[in-house]
């Protein structure tokens, strides 16, 4: 995974979908701090998230990890 694109994949669908950080945050029982780092590319989401965060923005599981559409 790459960081930098897993992160842009994450703000833009989030953005698609109208959602704030803290609302995708609460969604997943994390900080909005969590979500701030992923859309920077500074971290990457823990492997037991993958599956939700790629569920609330309607996208594929391999869409969030490779980066590719």
Request: overall charge positive.
């Amino acid at each position: 995974m790459n960081t930098s694109r897993t992160g842009t994949i994450i703000r833009e669908h989030r953005t698609v979908k109208n959602m704030t950080q803290k609302e995708l945050a609460d969604k997943l029982g994390v900080t909005t701090f969590a979500v701030s780092k992923w859309e920077n590319g500074k971290s990457l989401p823990d492997i037991s998230l993958l599956v939700p965060i790629s569920s609330i923005l309607d996208i594929s599981l391999d869409e969030l990890i490779t980066g590719r559409q």
